[in-house]
């Protein structure tokens, strides 16, 4: 079986700069990956490219979805989404001035339908999705504790919930696949603690396969299965956490020449 | 369970519509609204149509629109020259949908290549669509030019013009309080954060944006056979300028202050009819003063809400017992 996501030879150029370059990997299911890198080293811009919200200079990024494998080259962004990917960002992207259930609600955008007469006329119908999806979102929001403030907005909520919040929203999606884009950042030890736990949980009980870009490295190696490195663009080094600790060239990346 | 915790408030409001008819009937009977507050109340519904298709766009949708005034005057055409042929309040109302269906079409001609637009740009661009419809109807003969149209028989009465404001009303708060509402609300909240919710960016901004053309349209029906005359001149930009002031006004985001706003730039409007050329200086300050002590408009981008008046009072009943 070939695997869930599959990137060959990705290539982004802007204008002389070449952010990420001849980028080869792989996610498969249910898995943990972690993505590291120095500041600058085109971590974002790779997140960017996978969720379509920049398109590929050159290279493949191929999906299986449920018919089929599918080449994501080019796919508008909303689309992708649909096809199972959620993210997060790396500077909170929240509805700030809506409520925490709508948030979640709007994820869920694509997987309920309601017609337009109905809505507008408050027919039956509506009614009856509109409650089914709410407790859908209640349901999914009391997982992770999060049911008494359905309805504050999400900018007056703590920084830590705010990131909570981000992912539930990414999970409302129902996806494959979820980014996570530096979910630990301005985080104290404790709430990273939290996250951990939280992660965890997420990969266990949804079962879906989580991407993460991160700079705290106990966070990486406590919870990634495999972890990519990169550097000036390109892949420096792939392996186990063991494996990244020992690696040579990952640690003149972070540390430089020996003297 | 949402069905059985809304009639209530479904029921609130249907009551305050009804109770609004009757006591408007009521004064209209017992004289004490006479013709000249009559006009100034059809002004305002006219004005709250307007006013709440725009600030669907711009306040819900987040797309700075001033292209609303080119709508209305496709929906005023559209019932000005069908019931000037066959004047028959069946073609008034068949005038109706015509106008809106034309400003559906006339949206999405406008929107889909404008709404990739942002901000001052798509301010801009709505802006000279505005004015392409003007010029094209000031050319057409069927339009009978600059001179504009007389005679236009009236079949837009008050009671047309509360229930029409009602209509338009609902079916935008309603689209608010939805499924392609929600989506708008994201895409005005934060456009790149929506689409990677697979939420169709474009689509939802030119939903929007087509339900306040065809809101708009009603609107300029109403103004046609209620005003019996209309020119392309009254469907300029500063048309669409008033009817920015009235959404910014009341609060950009909250349906309850167009109407609010509208209510009270229609009475200074009348109030100050004996002044001359004085007028348009009150009115201008009466603007610059709510700008400076209220900048988020008189409402805010809060809504009156039977809901909250419920739950507010359970709340004190709960702190009682």
């Known amino acids: ?259 | 369970m949402i069905l059985k915790a809304n009639w209530k408030y479904n029921l609130c409001w249907l009551i305050l519509m009804v109770a609004g008819f009757y006591l408007m009937n009521t004064l209209i009977l017992v004289g004490i609204i006479n013709s000249f507050l009559e006009n100034m109340m059809v002004t305002i519904g006219i004005n709250i149509i307007l006013a709440v298709g725009l600030n669907l766009v711009i306040g819900f949708a987040g797309q700075f629109s001033l292209g609303h005034a080119g709508f209305m005057a496709v929906g005023a055409y559209a019932t000005a020259i069908m019931i000037s042929k066959t004047p028959t309040a069946g073609t008034f109302y068949i005038s109706i949908i015509v106008g809106v269906i034309v400003a559906i079409i006339a949206a999405l001609v406008v929107g889909i290549p404008t709404l990739r637009l942002r901000g001052d740009y798509l301010a801009i661009a709505t802006m000279g669509a505005a004015e392409i419809i003007r010029i094209i109807i000031n050319n057409l003969k069927i339009t009978n030019g600059p001179s504009g149209m007389f005679n236009i028989p009236q079949f837009a009465t008050w009671p047309v013009v509360y229930i029409m404001v009602c209509v338009t009303t609902i079916i935008i708060v309603n689209f608010i309080h939805s499924r392609g509402g929600r989506a708008a609300l994201a895409v005005r909240e934060d456009e790149i954060a929506a689409e990677s919710m697979g939420i169709n960016v474009f689509k939802w901004k030119l939903a929007a944006f087509v339900l306040g053309a065809a809101t708009a349209a009603v609107a300029g029906s109403m103004q046609a056979s209620y005003l019996q005359t209309i020119a392309p001149s009254n469907f300029n930009i500063m048309e669409s300028i008033a009817i920015l002031i009235i959404v910014v006004l009341g609060g950009v985001g909250s349906i309850t202050g167009s109407f609010v706003a509208a209510g009270i730039l229609g009475v200074v409007d009348a109030a100050l009819q004996n002044f001359g050329a004085l007028r348009m200086v009150i009115y201008a300050l009466v603007l610059i003063l709510i700008m400076i002590f209220k900048p988020s408009g008189i409402m805010g981008a809060t809504e009156l809400s039977f809901k909250r008046l419920f739950n507010r009072k359970n709340k004190k009943v709960g702190a009682k017992s």
């Open chain 1, 1 to 259: 079986m070939t695997s869930l996501l599959n990137v060959e030879d990705l290539v982004k150029n802007f204008g002389g700069l070449t952010a990420v370059s001849d980028v080869n990997m792989h996610l498969d299911d249910d898995e943990l990956v972690a993505l590291i890198g120095p500041n600058g080293a085109g971590k974002t811009t790779l997140f960017n490219l996978l969720t379509g919200v920049i398109v590929p200079s050159s290279g493949s990024i191929t999906f299986r979805g449920t018919d089929g494998t599918i080449s994501l080259n080019g796919m508008k962004a909303y689309k992708i989404a649909n096809l199972g990917m959620a993210r997060t960002f790396q500077n909170i992207r929240l509805f700030k001035e809506l409520s925490v259930l709508d948030n979640v609600l709007i994820a869920m955008t694509a997987h309920y339908k309601e017609d337009f007469f109905q809505s507008v006329f408050r027919l039956p119908r509506f009614y009856k999705t509109e409650s089914q999806i709410r407790k859908e979102a209640i349901e999914l929001l009391k997982i992770f504790e999060l049911q008494n403030d359905l309805d504050k907005l999400a900018k007056n909520l703590p920084y830590g919930i705010q990131r909570r919040l981000e992912i539930v929203r990414g999970l409302a999606m129902k996806p494959k696949v979820l980014f996570l884009d530096e979910p630990a950042a301005g985080m104290n030890p404790e709430e990273t603690a939290d996250l951990t736990r939280l992660i965890r949980q997420v990969q266990r009980d949804f079962h879906i396969t989580v991407l993460l870009i991160e700079h705290d490295m106990s966070l990486v190696m406590n919870l990634a299965s495999r972890i990519y490195v990169l550097d000036h663009g390109s892949l420096l080094a792939e392996g186990t956490p063991t494996e990244i600790q020992q690696n040579k060239a990952v640690i003149k990346a972070y540390l430089g020449e020996e003297a």
